[in-house]
């Protein structure tokens, strides 16, 4: 994922994406079981969600991200509105701008902040106060590109415009400001180490 995305921008990355059958797949293995082997059916989900507080978080933020790629004002308004109280309820601030594949999981919610330039692929794992983050906010032409099955610990920062690539396992604590290659676990003692798997 990591090499095909880096040249391209954001916008290029969500527009080679079917907004649709992107929020879709999100649900089906987000909400409707983790190992993805059942079929969609929004009966399904709707059930999930009603009877279901773990999958709730999952779904009202696919909604409003999948909402906030639509040109309509009046959609995009409501998708910020349903952020917002997500933000409230569980304290975490995952940008709608944000691409992330499918495979998102949460683990502790608090504290998680995901800004609008990131490329975010399949099975990422989030612990508590997580922060992915460019290091500059005036300048907004980077992106922080991530792999997929990247499981990142908690405490975790991730600042700058950077590539971790695919299988990477970055350690609770870790200060992480340089571009990771696959297969690699990162920790921190006072500087960063990355060894490979």
Known sequence: MTEQTASLSLNEVISNVNAYEHFKEC????????????KFSWFKVFH????????NF????????YMHTKSSPRLRKWARRINNKLLRKYGTDISLEAFIGPGM????????????ESIIGKNIKLRQNTTIERKDSIDTSGKIIIGDNVDIGAHSCI???I?????VTIGAMSFVNKDVPANSVVYSEKTMFIRSK
């Open 163 to 167: 590539i971790i690539g695919d299988n």
């Open 105 to 116: 999981k949460v683990n502790h919610y608090v504290g998680i902040v995901v800004r609008a």
């Open 58 to 65: 999952y779904f009202w933020w696919r909604l409003a991200n």
């Open 27 to 38: 649900l089906r293995i987000e909400v409707l079981n983790r190992d993805g082997k059942k």
């Open 48 to 55: 999930r969600v009603a009877f279901g507080y773990k999958h």
């Open 159 to 161: 600042i700058g415009d």
